[in-house]
């Protein structure tokens, strides 16, 4: 054993331990030693000890637009040292394109969880998940909900074919929520998940213990959990059966996500022929998703569902891509598919695909003229991209039950569409499937009868084709996880992600409790008034519940003639007396943006100050109708501030949505909605 390969540390209680080396882990492009992991064995009890007693404090000390601003930063530390990470990426076996997805789609994760903070969450620790409902009929009983970090540890078990994204996507909403992240990767690739966290840990833009790494095996962590305590986990459907079985994890009920590989299928619709465009996009994407990173993705499509007609032309084409494809050592130009990420990898995909290939046919693999390029590669994990047909797919079950997690995939033929979305269902639960089609009401029928299967949809067509991100390409803002197989979890999904590692909770109480609980203002409760019109204060010296009751209007015919001849809004209920005496008011009424109009008029303060801009409208509703005559008034409210933190190319500012109530003459609500504006902050200090 090499005294020169660098033993891989884990990082825990924020510090590093590792000196004895134990395992090596070799380069999937020759099979040299690279690393090796260390001897020593983790206190776990430590570990969890330092997450709970440190780290948890510092975290709940920062709010979730904090935390958001922690995650842009660190983003950007890691992008500008990307290349540090693509040279140890590099001896996973991995294509430039392939890594970009592990290095760059992890930092691109962390930058779109810290726009999802700064965007939907407050400058606090409590997110309310409202409407508030009436409990009484007067009013002064309330009930909503409220969501708080779970006062727990994160732990996160990962696979190996994304070391660095697998462990970003995770982490990103976990640490968001406010709890500290333990990271187990997979040993086979450990050494980019070192190499990551060795950076964010040296960018001092953690707290101490936020994120701790695992390099080894995960000893009685799960063991010395609690319930406030959550488990992640991708890998394979066996592994994750295992796990979730933990007697502490069952006992405490905890709460555990799995993500496991799943047969994911791509579905060539009926309606599409030889020659049009939906062709070649079928053929393409199943290439793709079958040489992008070997195919050990646990999107990849390993079901390629084809009209029976199609399917011999289907292959050809295929079988044609395929042999274009150069396999080698992805240093070398041209190269465009690399090595499976290990030699036990290299093993297992062998033996899956022998079980396969009984009863099937082999369009395309080895004895295609395999050949790796590049010095070395014969102690390489390489594996030639491989295309099996299954004539019968219903018969064949082993198709639908076996995986070989590398570039393999079966062709498989159908009669009818019906025939195509049963064979798609056999695969007991996918995380993600596709949808080739030029006709929407095929799209509409797919989706209505997949979607109980799958975790995600592509539907592909011409016009998608030139946006579309692809079959396996996991995204931030959508759900990431599948029923059945596919493990019954989710992951990402935007804001739905932070939401996993919080604990929702019902409350109940005053109007005046919940606007203090939920730190928005609810109607009904106190409100402050004073001799400064709340569009006179800069950020910091607004309050939730500060308010102002407006002057009176009363609305005249001449405010609806000339509000039509400047909107162009000429509709019969403002206009024609004689139809507006047939409908459910009988009369003529103002128009429902006049009334938004006016009471903006009632409210606003015209001076230049603090309020800087009209940031949006939400939850407008128009409640009564505003008649000729009837006099308005307007109450503004402060409902909520978020502070988004100073952008150096903003002026210091904040939002703030006011509760915006629009009564007429018998006090009766005509207008609702939450009006958003972008104020300033008190000026600095000057220097002294």
């Known amino acids: 054993m090499s005294t020169d390969t660098p033993v891989l540390q884990s990082l825990i209680a924020d510090r590093w331990i590792g000196r004895q080396a134990a395992r090596s882990l070799h380069s999937a492009i020759n099979g040299r030693v690279i690393a090796q992991t260390h001897a020593e064995a983790i206190d776990f009890g430590e570990s969890l000890a330092f997450a709970r007693g440190q780290a948890l404090p510092a975290l709940l000390k920062l709010s979730f637009q904090q935390r958001a601003a922690i995650l842009k930063a660190l983003a950007g530390y890691l992008l500008e040292r990307k290349e540090q990470l693509y040279a140890i990426s590099a001896h996973t076996g991995g294509t430039r394109a392939d890594n970009w997805i592990d290095i760059e789609g992890g930092t691109g994760t962390l930058f779109a969880y810290a726009s999802t903070g700064r965007r939907e969450l407050p400058s ?6 409202g409407p508030a409902v009436a409990l009484g009929r007067e009013g002064q009983f309330l009930g909503s909900h409220v969501l708080v970090p779970k006062r727990g540890v994160a732990v996160h078990i990962n696979a190996f074919n994304f070391p660095m994204w697998g462990m970003l996507e995770k982490f990103a909403p976990s640490f968001l929520a ?7 990767p997979a040993t086979a690739t450990s050494y980019v998940a070192e190499a990551c966290v060795r950076l ?8 101490a213990g936020a994120l701790q790494l695992v390099v080894g095996s995960s000893g ?3 063991d010395r959990l609690s319930e406030t305590d959550v488990v992640t986990f991708t890998g394979s459907a066996d592994t994750a059966a295992m796990l979730k079985v933990n007697k502490n994890i069952i006992a405490r009920s905890i709460p555990f996500n799995a993500e496991a590989d799943s047969l994911n299928c791509a579905i060539l619709a009926p309606d599409v022929e030889a020659g049009d465009p939906e062709f070649e996009l079928f053929v393409k994407e199943v290439a793709r998703e079958m040489s992008a990173k070997a195919g050990q993705k646990c999107t990849a499509i390993r079901r390629a569902i084809v009209p029976a007609r199609h399917i011999d032309a ?3 084409m295929l079988r044609e891509r395929l042999a ?9 130009e041209g190269v465009r598919m690399g090595a499976l990420a290990s030699k036990e990898q290299q093993a297992d995909v062998a033996a899956r695909l022998a079980a396969l290939s009984a009863g099937n046919e082999t369009v395309f693999g080895a004895r295609d003229g395999f050949a790796p390029l590049g010095e070395g590669v014969a102690e390489g994990a390489f594996f030639a991209p491989t295309l099996l047909l299954c004539r019968d797919a219903f018969t064949n079950e082993a198709v639908h039950e076996l995986e070989a997690f590398g570039p393999v995939s079966t062709l498989m033929p159908y009669e009818d569409f019906d025939q195509a979305l049963a064979l798609a269902a056999k ?13 929407p009401a095929l799209a509409a029928e797919a989706v209505y009868h997949a979607a109980a299967f799958h975790g995600r949809l592509l539907v592909l067509d011409r016009d998608a084709a030139k946006e579309s991100t692809g079959h396996g390409s996991p995204m931030p803002a959508l759900k990431h996880g599948g029923p059945g197989r596919a493990g019954g979890g989710e992951e990402l999904g935007g804001i739905r992600a932070v939401k996993h590692y919080l604990q929702r909770c019902a409350v109940q109480g005053s109007p005046t409790m919940l606007t203090a609980i939920t730190g928005e203002y609810q109607r009904g409760g106190k409100v402050q008034e004073d001799a400064i019109h709340p569009f006179r204060k800069h950020f ?7 308010s102002l009751l407006t002057h009176r209007r009363t609305v005249s015919e001449a405010d609806i003639v000339n509000f039509g001849g400047i909107s162009g809004d000429f509709f019969y209920m403002h206009f024609d007396e004689i139809a507006a005496k047939d409908t459910q008011f009988g009369q003529r009424i103002a128009h429902g943006y006049f009334v938004l109009s006016a009471a903006a008029g009632l409210f606003v303060s015209p001076a230049p100050g603090p309020v800087l801009a009209n940031y949006g409208l939400d939850t407008l509703r128009f409640v009564n109708p505003v008649a000729i005559g009837d006099t308005i008034q307007a109450r503004l409210t402060c409902k909520r501030r978020i502070d988004r933190g100073n952008r150096p190319d903003q002026p210091p500012q904040g939002v703030v949505a006011w509760d915006v109530q629009v009564m007429n003459q018998r006090g009766e609500l005509v207008a609702s909605y939450d009006i958003l504006t972008l104020v300033a902050k008190l000026p600095a200090p000057a220097a002294a």
């Open 124 to 129: 606090s620790n409590v997110v309310h998940e």
């Open 178 to 184: 406010g709890m500290p992240c333990i990271v187990k």
């Open 200 to 207: 964010m840990h040296e960018s001092g833009l953690l707290p």
């Open 220 to 222: 009685d962590l799960l």
């Open 314 to 316: 289907v292959a050809s």
């Open 324 to 332: 274009k494809i150069k396999v080698g050592d992805p240093a070398i």
């Open 427 to 439: 695969g007991r639960g996918s995380l993600v499937g596709s949808v080739v089609t030029k006709t």
């Open 540 to 546: 910091e010296e607004i309050q939730i519940g500060d």
